[in-house]
């Protein structure tokens, strides 16, 4: 997997701190809560996530009956590459978010718990 580049600019203020970030704009309003579009999450899913602590990328993956292996290859890299995505304890990247959530055939906004 290739980390996708990043268009974010940072302007500082007039002390040389960090006053505003400028994102992309899609970046932007996936941030947003879209009172429009509720978010779920199957009970499965939540059980597996939270109350058996396998974090939500591998509560989805069991819960679709698939293996590292099966969403590896769906997303054109490595299973250990991929086993390192159900590791992580913090949110995943919103370029990853997306390729993953397509790769599992769900919402980008599942993948957040």
Excluded: C
Aim: glycine share 6%; charged share 25%; net charge negative.
């Amino acid at each position: 997997m290739t980390n996708t580049p990043t268009n974010h600019q940072i302007i500082n203020g007039p002390d040389g701190a960090p006053l505003y970030v400028l994102i992309p704009y899609d970046e932007f309003m996936a941030t947003q809560e879209r009172p429009d579009h509720e978010v779920t999450l199957p009970h499965e899913v939540v059980e597996l996530a939270v109350v058996e602590d396998k974090g939500i990328v591998r509560a989805w993956r069991e819960h679709l009956g698939l293996t590292q292996e099966a969403v590896a290859k769906r997303l054109s890299i490595s299973q250990s590459a991929y086993a390192q995505m159900e590791r992580r304890k913090s949110g995943l990247r919103y370029a990853t978010r997306q390729r993953l959530a397509a790769a599992l055939g769900i919402e980008p906004e599942q993948l957040r718990l």
